[in-house]
């Protein structure tokens, strides 16, 4: 990772900010260049004191994985949740379910909680970051202890390795 | 050849982006309380709706070239979607709303603020605030 300085208190942001800005513009002329990385600089320099300390990604070749994992979750997600509106009898148990984490970061649990709203039947409704537990609710559930296992083993343990090991 | 493919691609992501948001907005009527109409919303519309714009976005890319904008409108919409969901959860829990008497598991959100005493109970003269 690029060690962050005066200047550039968050390196990665200041190097999305400039790719997302050449992105956007279509082009890679030297005054899109220059006004891009004026904002780059600019952007995180005035929005520092928002900000969290940011954790360092151990291991971007597994969070590339986890997306893609991810991205696959959320089309049968949308399959499953389309049977469950669509079945005529309506046989569904719901559930709140409160999960324990394990994970200490906020940005890995954010981005856990909004895996979690992502993915099958479940939303994440609530954090209570004094008793480290995430109300989920869930829309069709059989077995809570099952749910909690399976988002442990799915999604948390690659993320701790990812952001935390 | 080529272009049939294209063109079945560009098809099959605006017909799936279709009747996903639909499905998304049946739920909305169909289903009983608050938090399971978050349901729809989150998940199903928001996968309706990047269907539609990747669908958009080949067609696009074939007509004039490669673009990258809706990639990225995708990938925003797909970073707010949960986010707002969970804000819009959290409101409907701090308002209290009823679930549906189906639903298992009970937050201590939802269980309702007891007074703490009666008036007669309630410190008096010179006790201090409660």
């Known amino acids: 990772m690029i060690p962050p300085t005066r200047w550039l208190p968050m390196p990665v942001l200041s190097l999305l900010l400039l790719v997302v800005w050449l992105l956007l513009q279509q082009s890679v002329a030297l005054g899109q260049w220059l006004l891009g990385g004026v904002l780059a600089i600019l952007i995180p320099v005035v929005c520092r004191p928002f900000w969290e300390r940011q954790p360092t990604i151990k291991r971007p070749l597994k969070l590339l994985g986890y997306f893609l994992r991810v991205l696959g979750d959320i089309v049968t997600a949308n399959i499953q949740v389309s049977k469950l509106i669509l079945d005529p009898r309506g046989q569904m148990r719901p559930a709140f379910v409160e999960y324990p984490l394990t994970l200490r970061e906020n940005f890995p649990i954010t981005i856990l909680a909004s895996t979690i709203t992502m993915t099958p039947g479940t939303v994440s409704a609530h954090l209570r970051l004094d008793g480290r537990t995430l109300l989920i609710h869930a829309l069709d559930v059989a077995d809570t202890r099952a749910l909690i296992d399976e988002i442990h083993q799915r999604y948390e343990r690659p993320l701790m390795e990812i952001f935390e090991s | ?130």
């Open chain 2, 1 to 130: 050849m080529l272009d049939t493919i294209i063109e079945g691609a560009v098809a099959f992501m605006l017909i799936a982006g279709g009747a996903f948001a639909f499905i998304g907005s049946l739920g909305m009527t169909h289903l009983k309380d608050f938090y399971m109409r978050l349901h729809g919303p989150s998940k199903t519309t928001t996968l309706g709706v990047g269907c539609t714009l990747i669908g958009s976005l080949i067609y696009f890319s074939r007509e004039d070239g490669p673009i990258i904008q809706e990639l990225l409108i995708t990938i925003s919409a797909f970073i707010t979607a949960p986010v707002s969901a969970h804000m819009l959860a959290k409101s409907a829990l701090h308002h209290k709303l009823k679930p549906d008497p189906r639903t298992r598991g009970n937050p201590v959100e939802l269980e309702s603020d007891k007074p703490r005493h009666t008036i007669e109970e309630a410190p008096q003269g010179d006790s201090p605030l409660p």
